[in-house]
């Protein structure tokens, strides 16, 4: 057995176990091996029943599509009641009910996926060509912010667009796009965190730095959701504008990378912060290179993309691995927020779901987003 296919089946078999251990609640970050259960408002709320979903497609296991079910029921509690969601729709109904639907057929994730995908409609702003970020609940101020994160929050438009054979949901999705091609990329191929527009002109006022170390940083899970994002978005629409920035933000991406291919939790952090790493900033960033390969024609181009996908994804096994025998978590060295000092160094559930994710793609298999 080769260390992917050992890495994937530890990984199976911990989403197995954790049925049981970690049952119906929504985590985020793991202590000691032991992860919390997050209020089912955070946007994290989509990855653990990912995990499942994955579990049953590769395995059939009942259980698995049992638990993702009853998760996802749960979850109609947010997204009926309206007023607690805001752009992260995406990471929470694509790998809950969207997965459902596509495995299942089930009608009523259909739906549940529709709603959620109107609902991220229905916050773009037209002045300024994004979607808007956030709440006034999440952040008073945010009326005028679009995150880099909603590029991966984009591929629930593209797919409500073709179940529904409705453009409507296409073109938002393409004109965030382009507002990103437009205003977040950096001559250097870096992104910040948060751009903000006057809400009424559409006019650009400036970055934020948001989780980045400052505003001309380079935060590198920011970095990861613009990869792995923008490879979808080319995927959706053919758009050269699209593959050109993936590509490039992904060379950046992997040049700057420390010797274990996980990188800090800033590509740009002072040199007394750089015990702080990021696995889930790697982990999605292999399983964009994953994407990015998929899409590229040049077997030279796409034999690159994917070797260095599967370099990050053996680096961190080699070394962010969780091998305490009694702990649900899969990645250590996970990193929230450094400057509030939330979660620093920690399992992450999303860096458990794009380290799985990568590994499936890695042999062939299809991704969620």
């Not at 209020?39 to 993702?68: H, Q, V």
């Not at 997204?79 to 495995?103: E, K, Q, T």
């Not at 060295?333 to 380290?355: A, M, Q, S, W």
């Amino acid at each position: 057995m080769d260390w992917m296919e050992e890495a994937l089946e530890k990984c199976l078999n911990k989403i197995e176990r954790n049925i049981t251990e970690i049952g119906e609640y929504f985590p985020q970050v793991a202590y000691e091996g032991r992860y919390n259960q997050e209020d089912k408002t955070f946007w994290t709320a989509g990855f653990w029943p990912g995990l499942l979903w994955l579990l049953y497609r590769e395995s059939g296991n009942t259980a698995a599509r049992d638990l993702a079910v009853k998760l996802e029921e749960d979850l109609d509690e947010i997204l009926d009641g309206f007023v607690h969601l805001h752009h992260d729709v995406g990471f929470m109904w694509l790998p809950s009910a969207v997965m459902d639907y596509r495995l299942t057929g089930s009608e009523q994730a259909r739906i549940r996926g529709l709603k959620a995908a109107s609902h991220l409609a229905g916050r773009f702003n037209q002045a300024g060509r994004f979607i808007r970020a956030w709440t006034d609940e999440v952040n008073p101020h945010s009326k005028g912010w679009a995150l880099i994160d909603c590029m991966m929050n984009l591929p629930l438009l593209f797919w409500a667009s073709r179940e529904t054979d409705d453009p409507r949901f296409y073109h938002i999705a393409c004109a965030h796009t382009d507002t990103v091609l437009n205003h977040f990329i950096r001559e250097d191929f870096t992104v910040p965190h948060i751009v903000s527009f006057d809400p009424y002109t559409g006019k650009k006022i400036g970055v934020i730095s948001g989780q980045a170390m400052n505003e001309d940083s380079a935060w590198s899970r920011g970095q990861a959701w613009a990869i792995y994002g923008l490879a979808v978005a080319y995927r959706e629409t053919g758009k050269k504008e699209c593959l050109d920035a993936a590509k490039n933000m992904a060379n950046y991406f992997l040049s700057h990378l420390p010797s274990d291919q996980v990188p800090y939790w800033d590509f740009r952090s002072k040199p007394e912060l750089q015990w702080v790493k990021d696995s889930s900033a790697a982990a999605c960033t292999a399983s964009g290179l994953m994407e990015l390969s998929s899409v590229l024609e040049d077997e030279t181009e796409k034999k690159f993309y994917q070797d260095q996908g599967k370099a990050i994804l053996k680096g961190l096994y080699d070394h962010y691995w969780d091998t305490s025998e009694h702990s649900q978590a899969m990645l250590l060295g996970g990193t929230v927020n450094c400057l509030k000092k939330r979660h620093i160094n920690v399992p992450i559930i999303y860096g458990d779901f794009f380290f799985t994710e990568g590994l499936l793609k890695a042999k062939g298999k299809k991704g969620i987003f």
